[in-house]
């Protein structure tokens, strides 16, 4: 993976990049290794996550190389399924004041996990056993914070139709308790939250129209939520789809007139930029933009 995303931005370089996002929406996590070399790619060198195991030790994963791949502007974008070394890589980007994290809170998985497999090479059953998952170690970031059930909050949070109290680390059963551990020592890249106030303000007024799109809708899931009952007359059902349909269409005439272009009467006539709109990284683009605007985000270095 941080092998696929060097060679990203090795060309992104070449063409003179000012901006980058790490999209990492819907990514549930893979290697610890994988999150420690990717964060890499953005830091010259030093602690990226702790792990403590059960008897209470702690190690550090380091970025050791001293090289940094890409040095700009850097936002990235998560969401509430956004778990693991997703979110390992995320804390330590916030924590070095490296990038601006937009999205939702993430998942809350701040364990480590084995599978032992219960069957024996003497068995005689003809079905296999299954296997036990021990969990033998947490995560922490490198400010002493575990990511265990809190995940990352964002510096700017977008909305979301997912209750949060219904999905994440925390809904399993006999899942660990947040707790923390000591700090680790490393360089942030200087303070910014004078800067995050400055992009909430330009944030929020931009979102007045696309978002409240959003908000309708979430609105809308959690009514339908909690109707318990579906219509069997078609009548009713061509009807509400209808209604959806001409929703769509007075949002994307809208949409286009903001843009400057004409407006359809069709949805299938809608151009081909914009027959998969999504508003959540369009924002993300503007934020980074205005990091621009703003000057360089994260410089000179300081020891914390």
């Known amino acids: 993976m941080h092998k696929d995303v060097r060679k990203a931005i090795d060309s992104l370089n070449e063409q003179g990049v000012q901006g980058v996002i790490v999209d990492l929406r819907g990514n549930g996590g893979g290697s610890l290794s994988e999150a420690t070399l990717l964060s890499g790619l953005f830091i010259d060198k030093g602690p990226v996550v702790q792990i403590r195991d059960g008897a209470g030790r702690i190690r550090l994963e380091k970025d050791v190389d001293g090289k940094v791949f890409y040095d700009g502007p850097l936002t990235v974008l998560v969401d509430r399924f956004s778990a693991s070394a997703s979110e390992i890589f995320a804390a330590a980007m916030q924590d070095y004041n490296r990038a601006l994290i937009l999205g939702e809170q993430t998942f809350g998985k701040g364990t480590v996990q084995q599978h032992r497999p219960l069957g024996r090479i003497y068995d ?27 995940g990352v909050i ?70 339908k939520k909690e109707d318990k009952t579906i219509s069997l007359v078609e009548t009713e059902r061509l009807k509400e789809k209808s209604e959806i349909e001409q929703r769509n269409l007075k949002r994307t005439n809208e949409r286009l007139a903001r843009l400057g272009l004409e407006k359809v009467e069709n949805l299938d006539d809608l151009p081909e930029e914009l027959e998969t709109v999504d508003p959540f990284l369009e924002e993300a683009a503007n934020i980074t933009y205005d990091v621009l605007t703003m000057g360089k985000y994260a410089i000179n270095s300081k020891k914390n």
Do not use: C
């Open 154 to 223: 964002p510096d700017i949070l977008f909305p979301s139709v997912i209750e949060h109290a219904d999905w994440g680390e925390s809904q399993e059963e006999n899942a660990l308790p947040w707790d923390s551990i000591a700090r680790a020592n490393y360089m942030t890249f200087g303070e910014n939250k004078n800067t995050i106030k400055g992009l909430k303000d330009l944030h929020n007024q931009r979102i007045k129209k696309e978002f409240n799109y959003i908000y309708e809708d979430v609105e809308r899931y959690k009514i």
């Open 124 to 150: 005689l059953y003809e079905n296999p056993l299954g296997s036990v998952q021990f969990t033998i170690a947490k995560f922490y970031r490198i400010n002493g914070g575990s990511t265990q059930h809190k």
